[in-house]
């Protein structure tokens, strides 16, 4: 198939389904064991081919200069890779998912944004230079490079494939912003929890495992403390990342939207489905 100009391509959000902190590396970044799953929900990333050169991005995102925005770090890092001249990129953004809420948002458009690119510039880099590269601008690009549901251990950059079920998620989003270094550079933090065994081929489930960010994020966000008993009513309710997004598992989507519907007032979110290929892969596949 030939590829559209311009090409939308899908850049989903991330679920932790567990999340334990099992030491911290000499350079004071945490070592962790997580659960990775997709969402079929996420951003957008429209990119569009132009014969002026230069990568530029059609919306700016509020807050986050062009130059911090991962969007654009990550075009020019790939094209840091090539002494070939490259043609000109447009990139549009449209941003569902929130930021700051534990999905992975910014990663994920990072991710899109090499995969994207390492496409229509025709770089031909492997999927394991892909996430090298990612891993230098988040910890959290690796698995959205690699599009596959997965044991993260590491900083979550070591990732064995894992096939938890295909669950519906109602995802809530409490009314704070909660920043990722600053929940790691909490004192009380969990950080000692102890090794699990991984089972590469995990069915089953997640739930039984814990968030250790969630005692902390509890205790200074009460918005999500109350969120998380509010969900909870309902079986087991976590955090995602370091929050503050939370979600609850059902088997159906009929299941996830009844409590949808029935939620307090003034909380935003949305219902998804649990994917263990990643949605921008998938995209990627029918264009090859
Ligand atoms: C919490 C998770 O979302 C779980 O998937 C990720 O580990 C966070 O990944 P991320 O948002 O890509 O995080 P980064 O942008 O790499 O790190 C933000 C900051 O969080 C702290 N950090 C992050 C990841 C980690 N394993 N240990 C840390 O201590 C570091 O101070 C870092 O400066
Ligand atoms: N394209 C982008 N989209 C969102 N955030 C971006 C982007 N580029 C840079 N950022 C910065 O990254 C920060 C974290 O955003 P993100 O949406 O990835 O949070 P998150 O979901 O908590 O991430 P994680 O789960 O990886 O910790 C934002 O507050 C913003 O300053």
């Not at 959000?13 to 911290?24: E, Y």
């Not at 530029?56 to 001249?85: F, K, Q």
């Not at 449209?94 to 999905?103: N, Q, S, T, V």
């Not at 079920?165 to 929940?183: M, S, Y």
Request: hydrophobic share 40%.
């Amino acid at each position: 198939m030939t590829t559209p100009n311009p090409l939308t391509l899908p850049s989903p959000a991330k679920l932790n389904l567990f999340l334990h902190i099992v030491g911290r590396r000499p350079d004071g970044y945490h070592e962790l064991q997580t659960l990775f799953q997709f969402l079929d929900y996420g951003d957008d990333l429209t990119f569009t081919l132009t014969t002026a050169p230069g990568v530029r991005l059609e919306n700016p995102l509020p807050g986050v200069a062009d130059e911090d925005n991962l969007i654009i770090r990550a075009a020019r890092l790939l094209a840091s890779t090539t002494p070939r001249e490259l043609p000109g990129v447009t990139i549009r953004l449209d941003k569902r998912l929130p930021m700051g809420g534990g999905l992975g948002g910014g990663s994920s458009n990072c991710a899109t944004t090499l995969l994207g690119l390492n496409h229509l510039w025709n770089l031909g880099l492997s999927i394991d230079r892909l996430a090298e590269l990612g891993l230098s601008l988040g910890a959290d690009v690796p698995v959205f490079v690699r599009g596959f549901a997965a044991w993260g251990e590491g900083v979550g950059e070591k990732l064995t494939p894992a096939h938890p079920p295909e669950d519906w998620f109602v995802v809530l989003k409490p009314a704070c912003d909660i920043n990722t270094g600053n929940i790691f550079s909490e004192q009380g933090l969990t950080r000692d929890t102890p090794r699990i065994k991984i089972a590469p081929a995990f069915e089953g489930d997640a739930s039984r495992y814990r968030n250790d960010c969630e005692d902390v994020v509890r205790k200074l966000y009460p918005e999500v403390n109350q969120s998380l008993t509010w969900l909870s009513q309902f079986g087991p309710a976590r955090l995602t990342g370091t929050g503050a997004c939370i979600f609850g598992r059902f088997p159906t989507e009929s299941a996830a939207r009844i409590i949808w519907e029935s939620k307090p007032s003034g909380i935003t979110g949305f219902v998804a489905k649990g994917v263990n290929i990643s949605p921008l892969h998938k995209k990627l596949t029918e264009l090859r």
